[in-house]
């Protein structure tokens, strides 16, 4: 009973709140485009089709789509393929530590990674950060730190050994 009274009061306030607000619309509607009366949305019509698009693009941008193409493919195919095929799918052509991720993924991340958008699957092919929740990404920040690391040391390696209150600004430096 009381979820009946709460939900007329909801509808009133609703039809109340509709009725209030196409009033309030009337005068704007009079000032910026008439009574009522709405506009069509503009139609666009390209004056290129996509072949000559496609035809304007350059080779190596070309040959970087159609490998981008054929890495989307590989990894869908992979992640749709049945479990016992897996084993003797062909995994060419992608990075070895994208081929090492796929190979320890469970069953329910490649579903999730063949049900995701496009865009994400080839980022994911490609090595890059693809933004899916609960597949994993490839690791850039391991190189990194080793770079960091090695720089570190020899920054550490071209530092004086002499603590800086113990050095003397006066002595000349020993090179």
Same mark, same amino acid.
């Given at each position: 009973?009381?979820?009946?009274? /709460?939900? +007329?009061? &909801?509808?009133?306030? *609703? ?6 607000? #196409?009033?309030?619309?009337? $005068?704007?509607? @009079? %000032? ?7 506009? $069509? &949305?503009?139609?666009? *019509? =390209? ?6 698009? &496609?035809?304007?693009?350059? $080779?190596?941008? !070309?040959?970087? @789509?159609?490998?981008?193409?054929? +890495? !989307?493919? %590989?990894?869908?195919?992979?992640? *749709?393929?049945? #479990?016992?095929?897996?084993? #003797?799918?062909?995994?060419?052509? %992608?990075? =070895?530590?994208?081929?090492? %991720? ?14 995701? =958008?496009?865009?994400?699957?080839? !980022?994911? &092919? ?9 597949? =994993? /990404? ?8 080793? /770079? ?6 020899? @920054?550490? !390696?071209?530092? $004086? #050994? ?11 430096? *020993?090179?």
């Amino acid at each position: 009973m009381l979820a009946r009274i /709460v939900n +007329l009061i &909801a509808n009133a306030l *609703k039809t109340s709140f509709n009725w209030l607000y #196409t009033i309030a619309c009337i $005068p704007f509607d @009079i %000032i910026f485009g008439g009574l009522g009366s709405r506009r $069509p &949305a503009p139609e666009f *019509k =390209p004056q290129e089709s996509l072949n000559s698009l &496609a035809e304007r693009l350059s $080779p190596e941008r !070309k040959r970087e @789509i159609e490998r981008r193409r054929d +890495l !989307k493919d %590989i990894v869908l195919g992979y992640c *749709k393929s049945h #479990t016992h095929d897996r084993d #003797t799918y062909d995994l060419t052509g %992608i990075k =070895p530590e994208v081929q090492n %991720i796929l190979l320890n993924m469970s069953d329910a991340q490649l579903a999730h990674l063949a049900s995701a =958008p496009l865009c994400a699957v080839t !980022k994911f &092919a490609a090595g890059e950060d693809h933004t899916l929740l609960g597949i =994993p /990404v490839l690791r850039r920040d391991i190189q990194e730190t080793s /770079v960091l690391d090695s720089m570190q040391n020899r @920054i550490r !390696k071209l530092m $004086p #050994t002499v603590h800086a209150l113990d050095y003397n600004s006066y002595q000349p430096r *020993k090179i």
